[in-house]
């Protein structure tokens, strides 16, 4: 998983802990609160498993929002639709540098 990866609803729960210590970058975690296809719990085992493995993270969390709220069904997911694109290219600038 890398930055700006769209995570499949498959990811969270194949993901194996031990596979955490081979990430080289900062992950950002973008979430609908309301996700049932990657509940909350599991968010939290992922980051546990990142913070074990020393893996610097970020995750911004958006109410309403379900699975997929880049295709929104409800002002929430469009309200997240809208802030997730900042939270993208905040952090890339910060990992990239700004280009010219």
Same mark, same amino acid.
């Given at each position: 998983?890398?930055?700006? +990866? *769209?995570c499949?609803?498959?990811?969270? $729960? &194949?993901f194996?802990?031990? *596979? @955490?210590? !081979?990430i080289k970058? /900062?992950?950002? =975690? #973008? +979430?609908g609160?309301e996700?049932?296809?990657a509940?909350?719990t599991?968010? !939290?085992? #992922? =980051?546990? %498993?990142?913070?074990? @493995?020393?893996v610097?993270?970020? #995750? &911004?969390l958006?109410?309403?929002a379900q +699975?997929a709220?880049? !295709? $929104?069904? !409800? @002002?929430?997911?469009e /309200? @997240? %639709?809208?802030?997730y694109k900042f939270?993208i ?5 910060? =990992?990239?540098? /700004?280009?010219?």
């Amino acid at each position: 998983m890398s930055a700006g +990866h *769209r995570c499949s609803p498959r990811f969270l $729960p &194949q993901f194996r802990p031990e *596979r @955490a210590k !081979n990430i080289k970058g /900062r992950v950002l =975690i #973008l +979430h609908g609160a309301e996700d049932e296809v990657a509940p909350l719990t599991e968010v !939290n085992k #992922l =980051i546990s %498993d990142l913070r074990a @493995a020393k893996v610097g993270w970020e #995750l &911004q969390l958006f109410s309403g929002a379900q +699975h997929a709220f880049t !295709n $929104p069904s !409800n @002002a929430s997911e469009e /309200r @997240a %639709d809208r802030e997730y694109k900042f939270a993208i290219e905040r952090f890339f600038k910060e =990992i990239f540098g /700004r280009s010219s």
